[in-house]
């Protein structure tokens, strides 16, 4: 085992999974740096489901005010590195700076909207607004390039929709954009896609329309005189039969035409739930085991390739024929040095989001639990790895090949990440939590996660004495190994 772990840190393919793990760590993974607030910035946006709001010039100046309520709240202000956001720190005379500006372009007195009096117009705000970005460097939310991002921070995700009255009107809007599109999603577990609508199946959501809401919609988008829930989920039920079923209409996938934006307050709600009961690092800790989870289902896999390539050009197979070494004894010293290994790598992750959020606690005085990242890492991606190097390691053994490996294995991690969440059935090895925080629906989920994890756990064992019986047999010297 510990040979396995010498020749793996003296590995250029060991070196590259590293590598992978640190780019997709850091493009898909938040906070950026000890001075992300975490908190949400409040926005007076209404949940209307209308998001391209920035062409209106009073709402960007808005946007603005709150922005600058936000850095100078915080201290902190975003700055675009290699397409990035990172924190950095206001110094003095920045703060001052930004204070003056926000002082020279508005009143702080708000209307009935959330709307703070403008003392210039748009052409002087946009100039100003340079200045605070050089003031700040560049490259800030300041910068007329990155105008498009003002919005970003203003979205807070989905919630479900619970109100039978909207979920009807939500149907309709599926329906109307389809027709638009002129496609409409086929769903199923493993992918879904967007098809071109026949000329039947346009008549078919047609009819659906006029069935739900005779009237159509009002100048307000509302429904006039629609149908009740109980007749509304049959005409879905009859448009997904239409359609050659597991479409969005269908009783499994519409769930996901039930979602409406949350509003500031939600995600205000959501802080304060990851503050109090999950003392910020579990949820993140499941955040950032959601993302890495997804790289520990595949990625081993060319670790293993190499191992394994490497051993067999030094014929360590003649081990075996010579019971120099029993096959048990040399697959799992192999395995388990490669699974050190490899957990190794998150490990240095789940230290570096430690040390980070340990700073944050320090600058925003948030109770952080410190050994979170650590648990989550070895709970719910160790298993993972245990599986994906396992299976690995056996279909190796079976087909003397890399191709039919990878591409197996490829299948297999595929099928298992399309969910982001809540289904932890024994088909699939990799846990998805894509949500930060969720509390109340990872309590409620916790149990199926255990066992899933437990599950995988034990069948790595087991698939991996199946891969030491596999190598049982003497492997010939002059075996032609087709690695292509």
Partial sequence: MNKEIKNQLKSITFYMFLLV?????????????????????????????????????INEMTFI???????????????????????KKLNMEQKNFLQKMKNKVYNDKLNNESIPEILVSYNEFQKIKNQIDKALGGNTIYSP???????????????????????????????????????????NPILTLYKELSHNQKNSLENAMKRISP???????????????????????????????????????????????????????????????????SAYG????????????????FVVAAMFLRDRKKNISNLFGNKKISPIIY???????????????????????TYVFYRISKNYNYLIDIWAFYKYTLTWIAPTILFTVAISMLLF?????????????????????????????????????????????????????????????????IIILLAAYVYKKPIENNCNCNTL
């Fill in 65 to 87: 005010y709150y922005r600058m309520n936000y850095n100078l709240e915080n201290e902190a202000y975003v700055k675009y590195i290699l397409g990035t956001k990172r924190w």
């Fill in 331 to 353: 697959i799992l010293s192999k395995y388990s040095g490669v699974c050190i290994s490899l957990l190794i790598c998150y490990l240095i992750l789940a230290t570096h989001s």
């Fill in 145 to 187: 390039k990155y105008r498009d991002n003002i919005f970003l921070d203003m979205y807070y995700g989905h919630k479900p929709i619970e109100d039978e009255n909207l979920k009807i009107r939500a149907g309709y809007r599926e329906m109307s954009m389809m027709l638009n599109m002129n496609k409409y999603l086929k769903s």
């Fill in 397 to 461: 053994g079976i087909f003397n090949k890399i191709s039919i490996p990878i591409i197996s294995q490829f299948l297999l991690w595929f099928s298992s990440i399309q969910t982001l969440g809540g289904d932890y059935s024994l088909y699939r090895f990799i846990i998805r939590f894509n949500y930060l925080g969720n509390y109340k629906d990872y309590i409620t989920w916790r149990p199926d996660i255990i066992t899933n994890r437990a599950f995988y756990t034990i069948l790595s064992l």
């Fill in 21 to 57: 793990l640190v780019i997709y760590y850091i493009t898909q993974y938040v906070p950026s740096s000890p001075y992300d607030p975490l908190k949400p910035l409040y926005s007076n946006l209404k949940d209307d489901g209308t998001r391209g709001i920035l062409d209106n010039k």
């Fill in 215 to 281: 009237y159509g919609i009002d100048e307000k988008g509302n429904l006039i005189d629609p149908v009740n829930y109980k007749k509304y989920e049959l005409i879905l039920d009859k448009l997904d039969k239409e359609f050659g079923d597991t479409t969005i209409f269908s009783k499994k996938y519409r769930n996901r035409i039930y979602l409406q934006n949350k509003t500031y307050i939600d995600a205000l709600k959501d802080f304060k739930e990851i503050l109090n009961k999950d003392k910020v690092t």
């Fill in 286 to 301: 499941r955040y950032l085991s959601d993302y890495m989870g997804i790289t520990a289902g595949f990625y081993p896999i």
